[in-house]
């Protein structure tokens, strides 16, 4: 990778890993990427979905346990080379792949300084380009969003940027979607500007949270496509109450128990929108009527759990730091019906945090509509789209990406799909709008 990608990763990232991050062609073709993970670990990825931690050893040798588990793969990483891109990976040599790396600053909404990076496959030809929206979290997407080399590696072209307030750029931190969507505006415009005539098709890639913002962000500027990461159709209340019920479900509750565990999630769900003025008497009688059922404990949602055991003054106290403009009543279904450019929605089956059964249900009624919406339903996969095993305490250990889930992607933003992919259970558009 050219010595700009280094010179910034050098910059924002621990540097005892700093010269190992990159995308490797390995001697038999295939291709390896390396990046950050967690304090002095590398995590290595493949596109067909494979993928493992690295823990460092003698000199610069790095061994590799399964997925996100403790567990000893037998891969081992050697960088033999590591400032000229030298690699060996199970055995087989191979080189950094020299992308076209541009740095770059450019203004979001209300002229907030957001700092950005292109990166394009080799060559001179026209290339479709993803610009990828990062979901809720903090991390800089810079640092830690691999797609940014993923998609590089099979030919398209990734604009990543740190969201405000996060990474190196300036702002404070929100969740305000529209805010987002302005910034993720003005990100399409730079990576079109910076990649100049190699612009081919250009699109949003949006992970979870960036679900929301990505087709928001499409309805104020044209770009050819839209994918979604185990995204939500639903408002971010509503994905604690269909948390709450998919995790109550698994649990072997019935419709019953969920209604009540609704209660609390609702109470929690009116706290937190009020922005934390109203719902602490409705919090109080569920917790009054509920609190010693034998299911209680199970109730967790996606942030229900986080705030169902502290007092009324530690949800008032630790709330604070937690109200980031959040549109928690925010209704999806009005900006996708409106969407007319070409959807896909990449869903996990098992996904807890953000369940997929009912955005299903309502993708499928603007399939039924004529909108161009792809969906592909990955079985027994969690948020992120990764397949997982039970731990002993039940707790579940990712242990690699879903087959196809990353391959699905890159043709999605080439414009020719060809499945299958993976395990994944897929539905087209209607060839003509219903009537």
Same mark, same amino acid.
């Given at each position: 990778?050219?010595?700009?990608?280094?010179?910034?990763?050098?910059?924002?990232?621990?540097?005892?890993?700093?010269?190992?991050?990159?995308?490797?062609?390995?001697?038999?073709?295939?291709?390896?990427?390396?990046?950050?993970?967690?304090?002095?670990?590398?995590?290595?990825?493949?596109?067909?979905?494979?993928?493992?931690?690295?823990?460092?050893?003698?000199?610069?040798?790095?061994?590799?346990?399964?997925?996100?588990?403790?567990?000893?793969?037998?891969?081992?990483?050697?960088?033999?080379?590591?400032?000229?891109?030298?690699?060996?990976?199970?055995?087989?040599? !191979?080189?950094?792949?020299?992308?076209?790396?541009?740095?770059?600053?450019?203004?979001?909404?209300?002229?907030?300084?957001?700092?950005?990076?292109?990166?394009?496959?080799?060559?001179?030809?026209?290339?479709?380009?993803?610009?990828?929206?990062?979901?809720?979290?903090?991390?800089?997407?810079?640092?830690?969003?691999?797609?940014?080399?993923?998609?590089?590696?099979?030919?398209?072209?990734?604009?990543?940027?740190?969201?405000?307030?996060? !990474?190196?750029?300036?702002?404070?931190?929100?969740?305000?979607?529209?805010?987002?969507?302005?910034?993720?505006?003005?990100?399409? +415009?730079?990576?079109?500007?910076?990649?100049?005539?190699?612009?081919?098709?250009?699109?949003?890639?949006?992970?979870?949270? !960036?679900?929301?913002?990505?087709?928001?962000?499409?309805?104020?500027?044209?770009?050819?496509?839209?994918?979604?990461?185990?995204?939500?159709?639903?408002?971010?209340?509503?994905?604690?109450?269909?948390?709450?019920?998919?995790?109550?479900?698994?649990?072997?509750?019935?419709?019953?128990?969920?209604?009540?565990?609704?209660?609390?999630?609702?109470?929690?769900?009116?706290?937190?929108?009020? !922005?934390?003025?109203?719902?602490?008497?409705?919090?109080?009688?569920?917790?009054?009527?509920?609190?010693?059922?034998?299911?209680?404990?199970?109730?967790?949602?996606?942030?229900?759990?986080?705030?169902?055991?502290?007092?009324?003054?530690?949800?008032?106290?630790?709330?604070?730091?937690?109200?980031?403009?959040?549109?928690?009543?925010?209704?999806?279904?009005?900006?996708?019906?409106?969407?007319?450019? &070409?959807?896909?929605?990449?869903?996990?089956?098992?996904?807890?945090?953000? &369940?997929?059964?009912?955005?299903?249900?309502?993708?499928?009624?603007?399939?039924?509509?004529?909108?161009?919406?792809?969906?592909?339903?990955?079985?027994?996969?969690?948020?992120?789209?990764?397949?997982?095993?039970?731990?002993?305490?039940?707790?579940?250990?990712?242990?690699?990406?879903?087959?196809?889930?990353?391959?699905?992607?890159?043709?999605? +933003?080439?414009?020719?799909?060809?499945?299958?992919?993976?395990?994944?259970?897929?539905?087209?558009?209607?060839?003509?709008?219903?009537?």
């Amino acid at each position: 990778m050219l010595t700009t990608l280094l010179a910034a990763l050098l910059a924002s990232a621990a540097p005892a890993t700093d010269c190992h991050v990159g995308s490797y062609r390995l001697s038999d073709g295939s291709a390896l990427d390396i990046g950050h993970s967690d304090e002095n670990t590398l995590r290595w990825r493949r596109i067909d979905g494979s993928t493992g931690k690295l823990k460092r050893g003698a000199g610069d040798s790095w061994t590799s346990t399964f997925g996100w588990t403790d567990r000893p793969d037998g891969k081992d990483v050697q960088f033999t080379d590591c400032a000229k891109g030298k690699i060996t990976f199970d055995g087989k040599q !191979g080189e950094r792949i020299p992308f076209t790396v541009q740095e770059t600053t450019f203004a979001g909404e209300g002229g907030t300084r957001l700092v950005g990076r292109l990166i394009l496959p080799p060559g001179k030809g026209k290339v479709p380009v993803v610009v990828l929206v990062h979901g809720s979290e903090k991390d800089s997407a810079r640092t830690f969003d691999a797609m940014q080399r993923e998609f590089p590696i099979e030919g398209v072209g990734a604009f990543v940027y740190d969201k405000r307030g996060t !990474g190196a750029s300036d702002g404070q931190y929100t969740q305000d979607f529209s805010v987002l969507a302005n910034d993720a505006v003005a990100a399409v +415009a730079e990576a079109r500007r910076l990649a100049g005539a190699r612009a081919g098709r250009v699109g949003y890639r949006g992970g979870s949270q !960036g679900g929301w913002v990505a087709p928001l962000a499409a309805t104020r500027t044209k770009v050819d496509f839209v994918i979604v990461g185990y995204g939500l159709a639903i408002s971010p209340l509503e994905e604690d109450r269909e948390a709450v019920a998919f995790q109550m479900t698994l649990k072997g509750y019935d419709q019953s128990v969920i209604d009540k565990a609704w209660e609390l999630s609702d109470a929690v769900g009116l706290i937190l929108s009020s !922005g934390l003025t109203d719902g602490f008497d409705q919090l109080d009688a569920a917790k009054a009527k509920y609190g010693k059922e034998p299911w209680y404990k199970d109730v967790r949602g996606d942030f229900s759990y986080l705030v169902l055991p502290m007092s009324n003054a530690e949800i008032r106290e630790k709330g604070k730091a937690y109200m980031w403009h959040t549109p928690w009543h925010y209704d999806a279904m009005p900006v996708l019906e409106k969407l007319q450019t &070409p959807q896909l929605w990449e869903l996990g089956g098992d996904d807890i945090d953000a &369940p997929s059964g009912e955005t299903l249900r309502r993708l499928a009624s603007l399939q039924a509509k004529g909108l161009p919406i792809t969906t592909a339903l990955f079985p027994h996969t969690e948020h992120g789209i990764t397949e997982y095993e039970l731990g002993k305490d039940g707790e579940r250990v990712s242990t690699r990406y879903a087959a196809g889930y990353m391959q699905l992607a890159i043709d999605f +933003a080439k414009g020719t799909l060809h499945p299958p992919y993976g395990n994944s259970a897929m539905v087209f558009p209607q060839q003509t709008p219903a009537k």
